[in-house]
């Protein structure tokens, strides 16, 4: 099978590609069924395939579709590790799990966020504690959702944009607006006032799968930020702490931190990777994100911002409300074969210094 085979068009061929190659492999398959459905009607699920002895003391987790669109990318390279059988030749002590689609409404109706208007990866914090503050969203929050997409409205709203950039730089933009935010739930990068399906989908998985292990190492799959088919290494963890420094010795200083001023990354609060950490509390826990550029961070932005317009004003069947569409995936999914390519070769070369590192710990 080519490398382009392994990526999909749509949810529904990435979920089908995802299963048969899963069963091709001999893998053990649980599906967590989502209350909700495709937007052609089909089922959605998150699908754990799990290959290698089932009381594995360490186990390679990766997952694709956190951020729902960006799952064209990591379903692409889950489906080519079970081709390619990464799986293949490891310790006996060590297991793979593909966790396919951690949003799965999210990647079927090629958003970015939950079917409550969730970005998942925000919303692992404590929903018992204050939630975090985000003063700089709440100024540009109007200027993000304007009421129009065309006319007066935005056109101001897109001149106050400019004019913060100008004032404090894109960075200080990109943080108010992506650092998360728990104000507004019609706004962008809402972490939620909730845990939403998908995380209580992952606390299900984290407890029913991995609890009881000695290592678990997590590569979580992203798309969107960084050069063109180029894949940036973040971790969020307390730079100099055990976890952080892990990373560097499995990966090398290529590793990132969001927010220090080297990475495509902002700061962020309430990560997948911080849920999964808090999960697995007794379990060593190595976790990394790959972020793949795609399309130029202003081009990004505005494909986010038409999003969630298109979602709280617009209709998804009308002409504008196709372009969006058009231009949210292109935000998020290469869907070339040199960038699947890209994103494979570099895919894989992080999995392979996962299950080394895994195996030296
Ligand atoms: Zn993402």
Not at 84 to 113: C, K, T
Not at 132 to 151: K, R
Not at 283 to 298: H, N, Q, Y
Request: glycine share 12%; hydrophobic share 40%.
């Amino acid at each position: 099978m080519a490398i382009d085979d392994w990526f999909s068009a749509s949810y529904g061929e990435a979920r089908a590609k995802f299963l048969a190659a899963a069963q091709a492999a001999g893998a053990d398959l649980t599906s967590y069924p989502h209350p909700l459905k495709g937007p052609d009607g089909g089922d959605l699920a998150l699908d754990l395939a799990y290959l290698g002895p089932p009381d594995a003391a360490k186990v390679l987790v990766t997952a694709s579709a956190t951020h729902g669109v960006e799952g064209f990318c990591g379903s692409g390279c889950q489906v080519g590790f079970l081709e390619d059988a990464l799986h293949g030749g490891l310790p006996g002590d060590m297991a793979v799990m593909h966790v396919h689609a951690h949003n799965p409404h999210g990647f079927a109706h090629e958003r970015r966020v939950t079917e409550d208007n969730v970005d998942l990866n925000r919303n692992f914090v404590d929903f018992s504690a204050p939630l975090p503050e985000n003063s700089a969203y709440d100024e540009v929050h109007p200027w993000l959702v304007p009421d129009d997409w065309d006319g007066p409205a935005r056109q101001a709203a897109d001149a106050a944009i400019e004019a913060f950039i100008d004032a404090h730089g894109m960075f200080a933009f990109q943080a108010a607006v992506s650092g998360g935010q728990h104000g507004h739930p019609d706004g962008l990068f809402f972490g939620g006032q909730a845990p939403t399906w998908s995380r209580q989908a992952i606390e299900r998985l984290a407890r029913e799968h991995l609890r009881g292990r000695s290592h678990v190492a997590l590569i979580d799959f992203h798309t969107g930020l960084g050069p063109r088919g180029f894949g940036e290494l973040i971790s969020v963890d307390a730079p100099g702490g055990p976890e952080h420094l892990r990373t560097v010795a499995w990966y090398g200083d290529e590793v990132r931190i969001p927010g220090s001023g080297d990475s495509v990354s902002a700061k962020v609060n309430g990560t997948i990777e911080t849920g999964y950490h808090a999960l697995l509390e007794n379990t060593e826990s190595t976790t990394i994100a790959i972020e793949f550029g795609t399309l130029p961070p202003e081009e990004v932005l505005q494909a986010l911002r038409a999003d969630n317009w298109l979602y709280l004003h617009g209709d998804v069947a009308s002409p504008v409300g196709r372009e969006i569409k058009r231009q949210v995936r292109a935000a998020f999914y290469g869907e070339d074969s040199q960038w699947n390519d890209d994103v494979w070769q570099r895919g894989l070369d992080i999995a392979r210094k996962t299950v080394k590192g895994l195996s030296e710990s």
